[in-house]
């Protein structure tokens, strides 16, 4: 096997340990040098490609590269880019491959989501369609945590012990205010399709008293009539109340909740929030005080908090990737298997990529309680191991020390520039 | 001096870290068991001194109260409630001396802020007007940082911490996606009538390019057009913007922009939210992709972020709350002196509480910079180590353990019952 470049890119919305799978790809790619020579990453994801604008990463010291387990975002610069196919836009092809051919790139790196692992996969196609070798592996990273074949995506176990651990202390201090101010909090989490980090909240609620005491799902239509009765039972058996909602619930019109045609007084469609809109309902019909929060960003960036087990097997599978591709492995994407339970242990293996692009993994409908509220055994079973463990970073002056890195940029060698389409 | 028994409440809203002043008040009070008696706590602040719903605190294990200090939220309940005065509403102040005499109460401690600070001057007054002897000590505590005569309130420092990692963090987050999506990220947090929280977010701005690059005041009018320029300025040099804006920050007229007259398609005032209100502010004018996050209650309840300093400093005012007690004092608040910068010392100290019951501290003007959007170097070494050190909570299961109290009620003695004015 002669020595080729390799090439690494973070793709779609960062979240608080993909700089730890980037960590791992970069750390195993240097034990490799008669394999791997540089390692190349793409500025601002797969545009960096496109646009031969690479960053050389042989140039960051060993402790910049290790600052990056512990450092949230894209360190490269992440984009919102899908490639479309082959038929419809040869162009950006025969360009990757320019760009490939010209800095000697062997080993494509993809670390991303969905539409990511479908870009995985169309380059993959790029030897038997278009004759050039190279060899396409994804790394995993979604909040979402919907792609298909792995036990849980990396980022994922993150968010997840964010949203719970921020339910559960505000719970504690909306029981310590009910008695004369607020008796309702709403927390908006992310997920538009799935209920999986709003899910993760219902782990603080170990005790029937415990909050979250309601949980809105996007699995669930808002059922507004039954929903208040339950705000109201809640706080009169417990002194206050305390929801998750999903950022995607739907009313049962099947509309969004946040879109549900509200609008200012300059006529402006209400700016996104549905913790809001519950709060205002709770208000409008039952007369509870309330706050509400969302968290947006700062849940999926928290790495001062991040799970220990979420940020090892974010490196792990930077690590696995890069020792496929070394094995010789193509359209693959690297996974996390769940070997057991209590204790839960687990290890890496792999998946065809053909099998993950564009296939949307969804809560299964026995982790949503009956009532449609709250989480089951089995969910929980499954959520807990994931948030387990923390991984704080080090701190300087009351402040975690996050990395920058110098991203030096690799000498362009195509004359021709190439626009994104 | 006869034993006699301690009343200790928590009043206003709660932080991160009022539970660790009471941790100080009763260990302390546990420490001179031939001064102090019982320690009884008021169910939810003085609402239940005056309906004799009292919480015998000696009921609790040792492990229970060590607890307290790493525990969020107020664990005894708290109130929004002053005490009117004396001329106004005798019948009040009558009622706590039939409570106290039943209990045998000599000692109030009263945890909370500017309003409970005057509540507890009036108790402390009794002696002198109505002839029961009791003394009253005032424990600091509010997120607003807004007591006079002592160096910081308990709490803030806590709020200040998350406020200034939570922007640090999300500032990643936005630069690494900033390319090809989000460009402006706005983060709101508390301060209503000053800024001391929002300028804490501040201390995560150490070089020009680091979030956050904008903090709108309250101690500040927004001024659309210069603010606007100033957020296309931050985009074109750095590639994104991430701003702090206070929950009471007002436009030129004088008005909180929160309520600056929007309504919903239902005629509804907007329900609060100044983030959303600045988001679309920018959208419409400057047409960036953007972000908006309330952290809200998840702020001031975020102990699993809190600064070790704050804790350290909650601890100790409870502490020299209960020895100025037993050294005979009255009507006195346990302060927070700054005895040294680099290396920071600090030392508790005491204050009359006639000279701090219904004052304000503002910040001071020269700790916002002339442009009106940044802190100041005065600013940033006042506030730098009131965030220093972490103090992390025990976790199980990847979730902090909080403490929740059994909060064992002492037999009411008194045969009339009282309604709260």
Redesign the interface.
């Known amino acids: 096997m002669s020595v080729r470049n390799a090439f690494y890119a973070?793709s779609g919305?960062?979240t608080?340990v993909i700089n730890a799978s980037a960590c791992g790809v970069i750390e195993t790619a240097r034990q490799h040098p008669t394999q791997i020579g540089r390692l190349l990453a793409g500025r601002?994801?797969i545009?960096g490609a496109l646009t031969e604008d690479l960053i050389d990463t042989s140039q960051e010291p060993e402790a910049a590269i290790a600052a990056l387990r512990h450092?949230?975002?894209?360190?490269?610069?992440?984009?919102?880019?899908k490639l479309k196919g082959l038929a419809e836009n040869r162009a950006e092809y025969t360009r990757l491959i320019d760009v490939f051919r010209a800095h000697d790139i062997g080993y494509f790196f993809y670390n991303g989501g969905g539409d990511s692992a479908d870009t995985c996969l169309k380059v993959s196609q790029l030897s038997a369609e278009l004759g050039y070798p190279v060899q396409a592996i994804h790394v995993p990273k979604t909040v979402d945590n919907d792609l298909p074949l792995t036990d849980t995506c990396p980022g994922f176990g993150s968010v997840a012990?964010y949203v719970?651990?921020?339910i559960?202390?505000?719970g504690?201090?909306?029981?310590?205010?009910a008695?004369?101010?607020?008796k309702v909090?709403v927390?908006e989490v992310m997920g538009r399709h799935a209920g999986w980090i709003a899910a993760a909240g219902g782990?603080?609620h170990e005790k029937a008293a415990d909050a979250p005491h309601l949980i809105l799902f996007p699995e669930r239509p808002l059922i507004e009539e039954d929903f208040l009765t339950r705000v109201e039972a809640c706080v009169e058996a417990h002194g206050y109340c305390a929801i998750v909602v999903s950022e995607g619930i739907k009313n049962t019109a099947g509309k969004f909740v946040a879109d549900a045609?509200?609008?200012?007084?300059?006529g402006?469609a209400?700016?996104?929030?549905v913790?809001?809109v519950i709060?205002?309902l709770i208000?409008?019909r039952l007369h509870y005080k309330y706050?509400?929060?969302?968290?947006?960003?700062?849940q999926?960036?928290?790495?001062?908090?991040a799970?220990k087990?979420d940020v090892d097997q974010a490196y792990a599978v930077g690590k696995a990737a890069v020792e496929m591709a070394i094995a010789g492995k193509n359209a693959r994407m690297a996974t996390i298997i769940r070997t057991g339970e209590d204790p839960y242990r687990w290890e890496t293996g792999e998946a065809d990529l053909a099998l993950v692009a564009n296939v949307e993994r969804k809560m299964p409908d026995d982790f949503i309680t009956p009532d449609g509220y709250g989480i089951t055994e089995a969910c929980r079973r499954y959520l807990?191991p994931l948030?387990?463990?923390?991984d704080?970073p080090p701190?300087r002056?009351?402040?975690?020390q996050?990395v920058t890195l110098a991203n030096v940029s690799v000498p362009k060698k195509l004359a021709a520039a190439f626009k994104i389409g």
Request: hydrophobic share 40%; with cysteine; glycine share 10%.
């Open positions: 973070q919305g960062v608080a601002n994801g545009i450092t949230p975002s894209g360190a490269f610069g992440s984009c919102r880019y012990k719970a651990i921020s559960r202390e505000a504690f201090d909306v029981a310590s205010m008695k004369t101010s607020t909090f927390m782990l603080a045609g509200t609008h200012d007084a300059f402006h209400q700016l996104g929030g913790a809001p709060a205002q208000r409008d706050h509400w929060a969302v968290a947006d960003y700062l999926r960036a928290a790495r001062h908090i799970s087990t807990k948030i387990a463990g923390e704080y701190y002056d009351g402040l975690p996050y």
